[in-house]
């Protein structure tokens, strides 16, 4: 079993609306968890860090973690084609170091 | 402040031949990464270092060494490069603690080994 797991996609949805990616993990102990996006040809940058179970919103951005159910969640609000990208799942186990996911492909149809 | 810079961008090395990628941060960060990057595989660690003179193993460490050179300095040696070493190379750097653990990544090495 990955660490890390999330579906490759890709997720298609039309332009304005919510796109929903998820990310489960396997490590009962992991502290943080973090949502980056990586545009093809680039490097990946951060979203979204969450702590704490619940919501957390950042714009047209809001991660969601369920500690109990080892499964974080980012949805995205009125998509645009520019949100068109790799969503990469991450997760910190206290070991110093993030476990990444594979990444889920995000398409937004204009 | 550039960030993480890594050197060189790009690279073609013929199978046996030595290279050392080069890492820079001047976020006066306490640790560093390198990750490798293929398709459909997601960013795998090969190395990091925790703070300025330790380094520890990652997921995929075979066929790579690393020196911490200072604190802002972090590289990543290939040997004896292999095809199967073709792939982009990540730079990372963050500082540790709940809260400030965000990894911040250089523009990438794109590496081809023939």
């Known amino acids: 079993q990955k660490e890390v797991e999330q579906n490759s996609g890709p997720l298609s949805v039309p332009e304005g609306a919510i796109a929903s990616l998820n990310c489960t993990y396997s490590?009962?102990?992991?502290?943080?968890f973090f949502w980056y996006r990586q545009y093809s040809g680039k490097s990946p940058e951060l979203i979204m860090s969450?702590?704490?179970?619940g919501d957390k919103e950042d714009g047209r951005f809001t991660a969601q973690l369920n500690k109990a159910s080892q499964y974080v969640s980012l949805l995205i609000r009125d998509s645009q084609p520019s949100d068109s990208a790799t969503y990469l799942c991450?997760?910190?186990?206290?070991?110093?170091?993030?476990?990444f996911g594979s990444g889920t492909r995000l398409q937004v149809q204009p | 402040n550039a960030g993480v810079t890594q050197t060189p961008k790009f690279q073609v090395l013929k199978t046996g031949q030595s290279m050392t990628l080069q890492c820079a941060q001047d976020?006066?960060?306490?640790?560093m990464y390198w990750y490798r990057q293929d398709p459909g595989m997601g960013l795998r660690l090969i190395y990091y270092?925790?703070?300025?003179?330790t380094t520890d193993k990652g997921e995929v460490p075979n066929g790579y060494n690393v020196s911490r050179l200072n604190k802002r300095e972090f590289s990543l040696r290939l040997e004896s490069a292999a095809p199967s070493q073709t792939s982009v190379y990540f730079c990372?750097?963050?500082?540790w603690g709940q809260g400030k653990e965000t990894q911040y990544f250089g523009p990438g090495t794109r590496l081809l080994v023939l």
């Open positions: 990372a750097s963050s500082d």
């Open positions: 490590d009962r102990g992991s502290q943080s």
């Open positions: 969450i702590y704490s179970n």
């Open positions: 991450a997760v910190g186990t206290g070991r110093r170091a993030l476990t």
């Open positions: 976020m006066n960060h306490n640790s």
């Open positions: 270092s925790a703070s300025e003179g």
